[in-house]
């Protein structure tokens, strides 16, 4: 026992500050977890989606190829489409991300007219190379990401996208 | 610490005074239910507000998820309810605080009744409360009409036929509600959500301010 009196002031205000606190959080605990549930959702493992693009089509290029497939945000479901910048490289397949790592516009193959070898971002003039690789003291700070690439019947299956494993 | 934040802002604004003046005040004996137990009909009027509070809070975290379109509002109503963590919790507290604070008001306006604090100098009181009440019902209605589902298009369609037969002016007030003169529906929605999340809650407040600062400044109403 400690010496130190707690006074009927001190314990009314102990008591009814651990009363009322309790009850605030079992009313805020469930609104906060409502909330912030978007935050604590477990991310849905990306399946591969079918494109039309043939590979034997493929050239050491990029060309565009666009896919759609369906998007459940929340309670609003719909198709949406999505690009890719595909080009082989020697056997191998690439398919590139055309999601500016500057600030998230979209890329195009020789956008810009001077650079006709490069990815070229018109929001801020970003460029990169042919492997993604960003061009030094243009605004982006990363390379282009890459998608998974699956290939069944001739024909190109994109995945979930991650870092670029080129450079 | 706390203390230390305390002093330092009571140094500069000198708080002290306004806190006072809204937590020091008297509460008679004849209002408190430690002495007499059947004080506790005093309690509705704060039981009123405290269910006011959750009705705003809850409401606020709803219309994180809630769409005010004919499409999509009775989705986000099931994906909020059945999808989203504690949906069902948040959803619960505002939909069984909808019917809750009417009752605690009602047992209010009872008690100032029947303990007849209506009369003067607290006359100006009761028209403020007779207004929040009024107020009240309008969040009720206007809020039935969010989940878009069967009751709701249906105790609306009723609601405002009601509204409708009011001599002369029916009419107007009727397509002032649902916005068309004939059509229930996509219009009829958005004005609904947008007197029930913004017209009303501000009126309210400001009723709700009058009616405490009244309060404060008359006291309590003395023992029967």
């Not at chain 2, 005010?68 to 999808?83: C, G, H, K, M, T």
């Not at chain 2, 504690?86 to 009752?103: D, N, Q, T």
């Not at chain 2, 008001?105 to 029947?114: K, P, Q, S």
Request: aromatic share 14%.
């Amino acid at each position: 026992m400690s010496n130190t009196r707690v006074s009927r002031r001190q314990f009314l205000n102990y008591t009814l500050m651990g009363v009322g606190g309790f009850m605030a959080s079992g009313m805020l605990m469930p609104m906060i977890r409502f909330a912030v549930d978007p935050v604590l959702e477990a991310g849905a493992a990306g399946d591969y989606i079918p494109t039309s693009q043939k590979v034997s089509e493929l050239t050491e290029e990029p060309v565009r190829v666009d896919f759609t497939y369906d998007q459940v945000d929340g309670w609003y479901e719909s198709e949406v489409t999505g690009t890719a910048w595909v080009y082989k490289e020697g056997d191998k397949v690439v398919a590139l991300s055309p999601v500016c790592k500057h600030l998230g516009c979209t890329v195009n193959w020789g956008g810009d007219s001077a650079h006709p070898n490069q990815f070229f971002c018109p929001c801020h003039a970003g460029r990169y190379e042919k492997n993604g690789q960003n061009v030094p003291g243009t605004p982006p700070i990363g390379p282009l990401d890459e998608f998974d690439v699956k290939i069944e019947d001739d024909l190109l299956y994109l995945g979930a996208t991650k870092p670029n494993t080129l450079i | 610490m706390l203390n230390k934040i305390y002093d330092w802002v009571d140094e500069r604004l000198d708080i002290t005074p306004i806190w006072r003046d809204i937590a020091d005040h008297e509460v008679p004996e004849h209002v408190n239910p430690a002495h007499h137990f059947s004080a506790f009909i005093y309690c509705f009027g704060g039981l009123t507000f405290f269910i006011t509070v959750i009705q705003i809070l809850s409401g606020m975290f709803l219309t994180m998820y809630y769409t005010p379109d004919i499409e999509n509002a009775w989705r986000s109503v099931y994906y909020l309810q059945n999808e989203v963590a504690f949906g069902e919790i948040v959803r619960g507290m505002h939909h069984w605080g909808a019917s809750l604070v009417i009752v605690m008001m009602f047992l209010h306006t009872l008690r100032v009744f029947f303990t007849g604090s209506y009369k003067k100098p607290r006359e100006l009181n009761w028209m403020v409360g007779v207004m929040i009440f009024v107020v009240m019902l309008g969040l009720g209605f206007t809020g039935y009409l969010l989940p878009w589902d069967m009751k709701a298009l249906f105790a609306t369609k009723v609601g405002i036929e009601i509204a409708a037969s009011v001599p002369f002016i029916g009419e107007w007030i009727k397509i002032l509600l649902a916005g068309d003169s004939t059509i229930l529906g996509a219009q009829t929605l958005t004005r609904f959500f947008a007197i029930h999340v913004f017209f009303l809650p501000a009126a309210l407040l400001g009723l709700l301010a009058a009616h405490f600062i009244m309060i404060r400044r008359q006291g309590i109403s003395g023992p029967l």
